[in-house]
């Protein structure tokens, strides 16, 4: 509590569980009408001590050890993508990877290219020097994407195929 001695504090609470005799009740009220700060604790205790009062007990159900027992044997749910939905999305991510393969091979993403900021719009308006233009190379752009293809395919294989694959190994040798 804040800004009231260790004392103060015991007192606060000795008074609101009526626990001070008649002349420490009569001491402690008469410091209590002095202090703000200590009339400011009373009202946060009381309110505290009216709401425990009025908030029920949980009880647990009669059966809820022998529920709690018995599950311990069960396995936990599975969580993740089921095994078809993940060998799906690994199909379509490998189908991605080829079709960009085989337009690299072809060499449609072998031209250069370069983008002219000066054609812009906001140039025009906001910024009246003259700005460089910004060569693209589409080639190593379509690598790099590429290569975060095979890096999902293989998170996707790993965490939607193997590993159901091996857990409902395991499930089945114990």
Excluded: C
């Excluded at 027992?69 to 199909?91: A, C, E, T, W």
């Excluded at 906001?122 to 752009?141: A, F, R």
């Amino acid at each position: 509590m804040k800004n009231i001695s260790k004392q103060q504090e015991d007192n606060l609470i000795a008074y609101l569980d009526d626990a001070l005799s008649p002349s420490e009740k009569e001491h402690f009220e008469q410091e209590l009408s002095a202090s703000p700060v200590l009339q400011q604790q009373l009202a946060a205790l009381q309110n505290v001590t009216r709401v425990l009062k009025n908030t029920p007990l949980e009880h647990p159900s009669k059966n809820f050890t022998q529920r709690v027992m018995n599950g311990l044997n069960q396995y936990p749910v599975r969580s993740g993508l089921p095994l078809k939905n993940g060998i799906l999305l690994l199909i379509g991510v490998m189908i991605a990877v080829g079709i960009a393969s085989f337009l690299l091979a072809a060499g449609v993403f072998d031209a250069s290219g370069s983008i002219d900021l000066n054609n812009m719009v906001l140039q025009n308006k906001y910024i009246p020097e003259s700005l460089p233009s910004i060569p693209v190379n589409t080639k190593l752009i379509i690598n790099i994407i590429i290569m975060l293809n095979i890096a999902l395919a293989f998170l996707v294989l790993d965490r939607a195929v193997l590993k159901p694959w091996f857990e409902r190994r395991t499930r089945m040798n114990l």
